[in-house]
Nanobody, 126 residues
Framework: QVQLVESGGGLVQAGGSLRLSCAAS????????MGWFRQAPRKEREFVAG????????YYADSVKGRFAISRDNAKNSVYLQMNSLKSEDTAVYYC???????????????????WGQGTQVTVSS
């Protein structure tokens, strides 16, 4: 079955950096679009970044554009989220998800993603 396992969250000061990892298994990783989402307390889950399958493009939410970078290593069945210049408003639980319906397109609606990881907490102190 499809499994996604995030890691790399933690506590960081504002202006600092973190790198999140998501290890995937149970499907052909290289041929499916991946997404990172986040959910802060009392807020809805929101799209952060997405990356198409091999050769696909990246797409970012305006709130993280220029600060975050999504990448993938198909040999390791992993997707990453490099987060720089972190702000207190980036504090949330971060989730990776796989869009099994798209190989290259990136969708931003959580309901379009069939499988999710358990999430990893990112806390940015000001």
């Amino acid at each position: 079955q499809v499994q996604l396992v995030e890691s790399g969250g933690g506590l960081v000061q504002a202006g600092g950096s973190l790198r999140l990892s998501c290890a995937a298994s149970g499907y052909t990783f290289s041929s499916r679009s991946m997404g990172w989402f986040r959910q802060a307390p009392r807020k809805e889950r929101e799209f952060v970044a997405g990356l198409g399958g091999t050769g696909g493009i990246a797409y970012y939410a305006d709130s993280v554009k220029g600060r975050f970078a999504i990448s993938r290593d198909n040999a390791k069945n992993s997707v990453y989220l490099q987060m720089n210049s972190l702000k207190s408003e980036d504090t949330a639980v971060y989730y990776c998800a796989v869009d099994i319906n798209h190989a290259f397109a990136i969708v931003t609606t959580p309901a379009d993603y069939a499988y999710w990881g358990q999430g990893t907490q990112v806390t940015v102190s000001s």
